[in-house]
């Protein structure tokens, strides 16, 4: 559905007449809250022993369960006129992930559980935006482009080091003036991660090697609400 949000921006351009010009032109920073929810899954899980009675690698299956996150965002960017209606930005977005844990369970050939966490900590977003001055004041907008996901894990206790998933952002939102350079907006993001390992290894007190090695890959949904500043066309020469 994301992805059909996205083409009302561009759809609305195509049918519209061109009339006063947008307020939404030059740079611009934004602060949001909200929700996100996270989804991993898990292909080709193993648990690997290296030494001890039942050395060897064993196959295991995961579950994850989804994740409901408070979210906060910053970004700056920058729109730019293309006609009198439509415009074409650039923006880089930070998102700090503030709370939420994944429980893993894996689970062998033999029905024996271990119990680990999956956590996003943090992504940054590169995006170009298209968008539509609806009025001079008002303005709708997509977002196409890069995300970087940092997240940790561990297995029985014992952590892996952070680790970079790289993937896609698509969403689209809404800006209205409140006054002068000061907005309000609300938009809607979707996120898709491609796999990437995460290896985790302990030594257990009688002193068996075990390291578990997964292959993750991971989608989400945000949504949320802030507010931005734009500078006046005055001082941004524009």
């Known amino acids: 559905?994301?992805?059909?949000?996205?083409?009302?921006?561009?759809?609305?351009?195509?049918?519209?007449?061109?009339?006063?010009?947008?307020?939404?032109?030059?740079?611009?920073?934004?602060?949001?809250?909200?929700?996100?929810?996270?989804?991993?899954?898990?292909?080709?899980?193993?648990l690997s022993i290296k030494n001890g009675p039942l050395a060897g690698t064993y196959a295991r299956t995961t579950t994850y369960p989804r994740a409901v996150d408070l979210t906060g965002t910053l970004s700056?960017?920058?729109?730019?006129?293309?006609?009198?209606?439509?415009l074409l930005g650039i923006g880089v977005e930070y998102e700090l992930i503030g709370s939420g844990t994944d429980s893993v369970t894996t689970v062998g050939a033999r029905g024996n559980p271990t119990y680990s966490t999956y956590r996003q900590t943090s992504h940054y977003n590169v995006f170009l935006s298209p968008a539509y001055a609806l009025r001079e004041d008002k303005l709708v907008y997509g977002k196409i482009g890069y995300s970087n996901s940092t997240s940790e894990a561990d297995f029985d206790g014992a952590e892996s080091p952070e680790h970079i998933a790289e993937g896609a952002i698509l969403g689209?939102?809404?800006?209205?003036?409140?006054?002068?350079?000061?907005?309000?907006?609300?938009?809607?993001?979707?996120?898709?991660y491609l796999p990437t390992d995460y290896i985790v290894t302990t030594l257990t007190r009688?002193?068996?090697?075990?390291?578990?090695d997964s292959k993750i890959s991971s989608k989400g949904f945000?949504?949320?609400?802030?507010?931005?500043y734009t500078l006046p066309r005055s001082l941004t020469g524009k």
């Open 206 to 212: 009688d002193g068996v090697l075990y390291t578990s």
């Open 1 to 46: 559905m994301t992805k059909h949000f996205l083409l009302v921006p561009l759809l609305l351009w195509a049918g519209a007449s061109a009339s006063a010009q947008s307020a939404f032109k030059g740079f611009y920073a934004t602060a949001g809250v909200g929700m996100d929810t996270f989804s991993p899954a898990a292909d080709d899980v193993t």
């Open 172 to 192: 689209a939102g809404y800006r209205q003036i409140v006054s002068g350079g000061l907005f309000f907006f609300g938009e809607a993001n979707y996120f898709h």
């Open 76 to 86: 700056v960017g920058s729109l730019s006129a293309i006609t009198k209606k439509f």
């Open 222 to 228: 945000s949504a949320q609400v802030g507010i931005g």
